[in-house]
């Protein structure tokens, strides 16, 4: 075999490897095992709502399970500022 033959040959090869690799991914995806597959499951983090504050700092609700996290997000540290319960877990009061 030549050697632009065994070149072309080792290109087709690693299309198809690579291929394989993407398809296999976008098949995992499609199955459930991407993160994104989380949001629909009891427990899952979700990020309700955010506001950047400034160019390195920015506030974040986050929702695991019936409770609310406001939290403050900079580039070296995350910090719980305040949690709040859901309106589902409301134990009543005065309207």
Same mark, same amino acid.
């Given at each position: 075999?030549?050697?632009? $033959?065994?070149? /072309?040959?080792? +290109?087709? $090869?690693?299309?198809?490897?690579?291929?394989?690799?993407?398809?296999? *991914?976008?098949? /995992?995806?499609? *199955?459930?095992?991407?993160?994104? *597959?989380? /949001?629909?499951?009891?427990? *899952?983090?979700?990020? @309700? =709502? !955010?506001?950047?504050?400034?160019?390195?700092?920015?506030? @974040? @609700?986050?929702?695991? =399970? =019936?409770?609310?996290?406001?939290? +403050?997000?900079?580039?070296?540290?995350?910090?719980?500022?305040? @949690?709040?319960?859901? /309106?589902?877990? !409301?134990? +009543? +009061?005065?309207?």
């Amino acid at each position: 075999m030549s050697g632009g $033959g065994s070149l /072309a040959q080792a +290109g087709l $090869g690693l299309f198809c490897v690579i291929a394989l690799i993407l398809g296999l *991914a976008w098949l /995992a995806r499609r *199955a459930g095992f991407g993160g994104a *597959a989380r /949001a629909g499951r009891p427990g *899952a983090l979700r990020i @309700v =709502d !955010n506001a950047m504050l400034s160019a390195r700092q920015r506030l @974040v @609700v986050v929702e695991v =399970d =019936d409770t609310r996290l406001v939290l +403050g997000v900079s580039a070296g540290e995350i910090r719980t500022l305040h @949690v709040l319960r859901t /309106a589902t877990t !409301n134990t +009543g +009061g005065t309207t």
